[in-house]
């Protein structure tokens, strides 16, 4: 963190913090637009997330304040609205939850600060809603365990915020340990951890600086198209999502989806988690240039028969096919615009950064914004 919490906490509420956490943002690794189909995804915490600094008040208020935005808000103890302005909606929705709850919680000042772009895919969203949940089952020793604050916060994008997302963010932020992704069964929330050993390699996160307004419409459309795959193959075999299928068994019925758009859906859904199965296989055997292939050919997939890529994301990746020091790179997130990720070989962040934002300048029109990242841990007191 490039700023003193602490420090700006007490210039601005005029006392000291009692307490101060962090709590990571996170990426996929590799699994995209698998969890809505039943199959794995493979997330990783990172280092880059929200910090919060709290303290009590007398005067049995909620006041959220963040350094990344000029609004600031006060609640009562019964904040069962949404009125805090975009970003406070979700400290306010995990409040709300636990007082509903009829948990025991008095008037608290929060100062926020986050180092994680906003809407850039990377969970900032998922990050302050754990920070905030961690923060109080912490400081007010609430019982909660982590399942509980995660399905929380699930709750609170699902219901109080409305948007209608899956719960690996949540997922990732709270249960990520340092040098491990979580392979994620999405359907039972089984999760077993893999150790990720990057040694010579970093993770260099490239953000396409893209407007995501495409990603919410198209998003709905390939669930839509998705459910008309499974839709189609149910007429002749009994399948509750499509990861249940290998991609041999796909071929043997493919003949009942007669779109072609809707078999290549269905084709990149039961492949890519075939993936996530190898991309596993070969981090258990320490093999990082394996690991990078399949990050290429989850793209490619993701670019051709998914076709949630764009010109920006696709810019980044054909930038990382061509340089000598990444051995692999993908988009990550739901796509038309937000991130890629790529393994760096280290010692190379600022030849990287300064030849790929030539490069995407050159086929975008203005930068993309380059960020360096190891593999980080879950929630934590400061």
């Not at 304040?65 to 979700?90: M, R």
């Not at 030539?358 to 360096?372: E, H, L, T």
């Amino acid at each position: 963190m490039n700023i003193n919490l602490e420090e700006k906490f007490a210039g601005h509420y005029h006392k000291k913090a009692d307490a101060l956490y962090f709590t990571p943002g996170r990426v996929n690794l590799i699994g995209e637009h698998i969890d809505y189909n039943g199959g794995l995804v493979m997330p990783c915490a990172i280092t880059l997330g929200t910090w919060v600094a709290i303290a009590r008040n007398n005067d049995n208020k909620f006041r959220f304040k963040s350094l990344n935005f000029d609004i600031e808000t006060e609640v009562d103890n019964q904040p069962n609205a949404k009125n805090g302005g975009v970003w406070a909606n979700y400290p306010i929705g995990i409040l709300n939850e636990m007082i509903q709850d009829g948990k025991e919680i008095s008037g608290l000042d929060f100062l926020f600060y986050g180092n994680i772009p906003i809407g850039s895919g990377l969970s900032s969203s998922a990050s302050i809603e754990i920070a905030t949940a961690y923060a109080l089952n912490n400081f007010f020793n609430l019982g909660y365990q982590q399942l509980e604050l995660v399905k929380m916060a699930k709750r609170v994008e699902n219901d109080f915020i409305g948007l209608n997302s899956g719960i690996m963010d949540q997922f990732a932020v709270a249960f990520g340990e340092k040098d491990k992704a979580i392979v994620l069964d999405c359907e039972t929330l089984k999760y077993k951890l893999v150790d990720v050993n990057l040694g010579n390699y970093v993770l260099a996160i490239i953000n396409t600086n893209k407007p995501r307004e495409l990603a919410d419409s198209k998003y709905n459309e390939r669930v839509a198209e998705c459910q008309e795959a499974l839709r189609l193959l149910n007429t002749e075999i009994t399948l509750h999502n499509l990861c249940e299928l290998t991609a041999e068994k796909l071929a043997l019925h493919s003949h009942l989806i007669k779109d072609e758009v809707v078999l290549n859906r269905a084709t990149h859904v039961v492949k890519e988690n075939d993936r996530v199965h190898l991309a596993a296989k070969a981090l258990n055997g320490g093999n990082l240039e394996e690991f990078g292939r399949l990050m290429y050919a989850s793209h490619q997939s993701l670019r051709t028969l998914y076709e949630v890529s764009g010109k920006e994301l696709d810019a980044v990746v054909d930038f990382c096919t061509g340089y000598p020091h990444v051995i692999g790179a993908r988009m990550t997130g739901a796509g038309f615009g937000g991130c890629a990720i790529a393994l760096l070989e280290k010692g190379f962040e600022e030849d990287f950064a300064k030849h790929l934002t030539d490069y995407y300048v050159d086929q975008v029109g203005y930068p993309a914004a380059i960020y360096i990242s190891e593999i980080g841990s879950g929630p934590t007191k400061l």
